[in-house]
Structures are given as C-alpha cells and as structure tokens.
C-alpha cells in the first residue's frame, strides 16, 4: 500500500484514518483486493474489466497497486477502450479484440507468470487471452482477509525478532 510521509492513505487528503475511527484501518482499491485473494504466488499481473481497467501486480508476495488503465492507446487510453464505455461504443466483438490487444501488451511489458483477469465484465468474454485465467469476484473478500493476516504475522515476527529470537519465516501473502 503506498502510503504518505505521515502515514496517511494518499489520496486521503491527509486524514487520519486509524485516527478518525479508533481503530486500525487499510485502504487498497478494489483491483489490488482482488489480486491478493487470487495470488498463488510469483509473478501476477491483475488486470480488472469493469467500469474502467483495474490492474495491480504482485512479485514474490509484495502488492503494487498500479494505474495502467490511464496509459495512452489509440489516442485515448487503455480504460476508454476495454472498460464499460468501450464496451457500449465498440460492441462486444470489437470490445473483445481490443482486451486481448492490451493484455497482449501488458503481458509483454511486465513478463508475468501468471495473469488473472477479474471484475465484472470478464465473463463478457468468449475465451480468455492465452495464458490469462478468470478471477472472481469473491476473491476480493481472500484479498482483505490475506491483507490483514499478512499484517499480523509481520507484527507476530516483528515482536519474536524484538525479543531475541531468530526467525528465517518471511512474512508473505499466500
């Protein structure tokens, strides 16, 4: 999670999350939730098609919650053409074209092992790009959970490496 030099969520305007509620709190965007609770390890590229395109991408464990839907494609960028309003101003057949197109791209500028595509409009499509699998929805909700259970086993090592002892466990989402 990418956070502010005050520990602030950025994009939060500086609030105080943990703060304001009285509590811990984490703030990742939909896209990333979902990646975490489809991981299975390596090197994953999420690309989510939905409203927009979603995308995050996690190495050996560690999320990096990315923007690539903004990037320039044919005069516009990759979200105008593979979210919903591409969809609605291309028609599926085009639609579908232009998805493998970018995820053929994606795939060769990040070189991943392995490519999830979620969100809800994956299922509009007749096949999947190759090497691409479908992502759930409900995998969003093994992301929260994988986030916070990763978070606690940092504090539990954290604490045992405080108290003198030696740990060779690395903490990572599984």
Request: glycine share 14%; proline share 5%.
């Amino acid at each position: 999670m990418r956070t502010l030099n005050n520990g602030c969520p950025a994009g939060s305007g500086g609030l105080d999350f943990k703060v304001a509620f009285g509590c811990p709190v984490q703030v990742v965007n939909d896209a990333a939730m979902q990646a975490l609770g489809s991981y299975k390890g390596g090197k994953m590229l999420f690309l989510g098609l939905g409203t927009g395109l979603g995308s995050s991408m996690i190495v050996d464990g560690i999320i990096e919650p990315m923007e690539l839907g903004h990037l320039p494609y044919k005069g516009t960028t990759y979200e105008d053409h593979v979210g919903i309003q591409g969809l609605k101003r291309l028609g599926k057949k085009k639609w579908r074209k232009r998805v493998a197109d970018v995820v053929s791209r994606l795939v060769a500028a990040f070189e991943p092992d392995d490519i999830v595509l979620g969100g809800g409009n994956v299922r509009k499509l007749k096949e999947l790009p190759p090497g691409c699998r479908a992502g759930n929805s409900a995998n969003a909700f093994r992301g929260g959970f994988a986030l916070w259970n990763r978070d606690d086993e940092r504090e539990r090592t954290a604490a045992s490496l405080d108290a003198g002892q030696v740990s060779d466990d690395r903490p990572r989402i599984s």
